[in-house]
Nanobody
Framework: VQLQASGGGLVQAGDSLRLTCAAS????????MGWFRQAPGKEREFVAG????????YYGAFVKGRFTISRDNAENTVYLQMNSLKPEDTAVYYCAAGVSDSGSPWSRYESWGQGTLVTVSS
């Protein structure tokens, strides 16, 4: 599967962005999907994950209700709505397809997109 993340950009603190992960090559409707991010000089961290049905959602502790993950299996697409962005959210955001259906942060993710850069200015 090929994953294409888009929607990043330069925004100010407090603004919103919606990231999109478009999958091609095969359906991801049977895969739990996740969003991760990596800031300069830091390790990659889990942002959000969603189960195949969309009924199960997981978020990193730092999200604190600001982000919402969703998916449209008919469109083979996963979204990450990010509100109240902070400068510390600045990172490259990646989407990934998991080997399980859960989308949990403990799953193994086998397919990764190229990432989209989110920059939040103060």
């Amino acid at each position: 599967v090929q994953l294409q993340a888009s929607g990043g950009g330069l925004v100010q603190a407090g603004d919103s962005l919606r990231l999109t992960c478009a999958a091609s090559g095969r359906t991801v409707s049977t895969s739990g999907m996740g969003w991760f991010r990596q800031a300069p000089g830091k390790e990659r961290e889990f942002v959000a994950g969603i189960s195949t049905s969309g009924g199960g959602k997981y978020y990193g502790a730092f999200v604190k209700g600001r982000f919402t993950i969703s998916r449209d299996n008919a469109e083979n697409t996963v979204y990450l709505q990010m509100n109240s962005l902070k400068p510390e959210d600045t990172a490259v955001y990646y989407c990934a397809a998991g080997v399980s259906d859960s989308g949990s942060p403990w799953s193994r993710y086998e397919s990764w997109g190229q990432g989209t850069l989110v920059t939040v200015s103060s």
